[in-house]
């Protein structure tokens, strides 16, 4: 049998903008992780069992467009394997589907993973990423390629659409809680109006888009000098122009402020928006009390990670 594993995602400042080329940073999510176990399947075909999204089958009667079936097929197009053996893979998740934390990505990721090493034929970091991105495409239209590249790459990312990944140094840990509306977070859509209010006018929105590319550098130098006080404000910035794009919802806001008045440093929406999750920085002291007044507030699951060099 083969296993793989890849982690979930967080995006701490850019989500959206970084769709119009502004970098974005993102961190990788341990405590949460899709696994992929392949084996030799007695009968012929490809066959996949997925309970979390109620698949069991061959691949051949999903869609041709659905993104496990295409991840699976594009794996063996690039390997030039044009008569995969018959196999049975077993895909779980404790990542929640469409909260913002990179479900799909983290699926394919380890797929291709899995995949590729049943046939004893191991891809690239490179590969990977690339074959997780046209799955990516699947899922929301216009990806930016962050959450492909941070799930498989695994340690912590300052993005830029097209760039070579770049990663960044943490000179101090600093303590997030992750909160989930229980709402799912419709990226395709989101990504689709931000891009509406763009096509109506575009000056606009490229001013604002710059705003959070100048938030995502400050946040940057802050993490990389160790000043992690300042990602607070940076944070309530970045949401208020989330909120400007329209794709924070009453729910993200319920949170968000019921974070600061919990003595978050900071907090903003992550990810897609209109639902998924939220993130706030807290004194690790005050992460506990944080994460059960957001709890409280009616969030429906929390994750307090450390967000450290080595990962
Ligand atoms: C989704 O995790 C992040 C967005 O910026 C979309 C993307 O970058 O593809 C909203």
């Known amino acids: 049998m083969t296993t793989a594993s890849a982690p979930g995602k967080v995006i701490l400042f850019g989500e959206h903008a970084v769709v119009y080329g502004r970098p974005a940073l993102a961190v990788p999510v341990t405590q949460v992780h899709a696994d992929v176990e392949v084996e030799d399947s ?21 869609p041709a467009t659905h993104a496990l079936r295409t991840v699976i097929e594009n794996v063996f197009r ?19 589907v469409a909260s913002g934390l990179g479900s799909g990505a983290a699926v394919s990721v380890a797929l291709i993973r899995a995949l590729s090493s049943t046939v ?6 490179e590969q990977v990423n690339a074959l997780a ?31 070579p990944i770049q990663t960044f140094n943490v000179a101090r840990p600093f303590t997030l809680v992750i909160a989930d509306t229980g709402i799912p977070a419709p990226t395709r859509e989101s990504v689709g109006d931000v891009r509406k209010l763009w096509e109506a006018d575009k000056t606009k929105w490229e001013a604002m888009f710059d705003e959070v590319g100048g938030i995502v550098q400050a946040a940057r130098e802050a993490i990389e000098t160790g000043k992690t006080k300042e990602l607070g404000p940076l944070m309530d910035a970045n949401h208020a122009l989330l909120q400007e794009m329209t ?34 920085l807290v004194e690790p002291t005050e992460a506990e009390q944080a994460a059960s007044a957001l709890r409280a507030a009616g969030a429906k699951n929390t994750i307090i990670t450390t967000i450290e060099e080595k990962q």
């Open 120 to 125: 004893n034929r191991p891809l690239s970091d």
């Open 247 to 280: 794709v924070s919802s009453p729910e993200l806001d319920r949170l968000v402020l019921a974070a600061r008045g919990a003595g978050a440093l900071g907090a903003k929406l992550s990810g897609g928006g209109r639902g998924g999750n939220m993130l706030a």
């Open 78 to 96: 690039t390997l030039g394997i044009s008569s995969p053996p018959p196999l049975q893979i077993r895909i779980t998740s404790t990542i929640p």
């Open 133 to 163: 991105y046209e799955a990516e495409k699947l899922h929301h239209g216009t990806p930016s390629g962050i959450d492909n590249t941070v799930v498989t790459y695994a340690k912590p990312v300052y993005f830029v659409r097209g760039q």
């Open 42 to 62: 007695p009968a012929p075909g490809i066959w996949v069992d997925a309970p979390e999204i109620s698949i069991r089958c061959e691949i051949s009667s999903l």
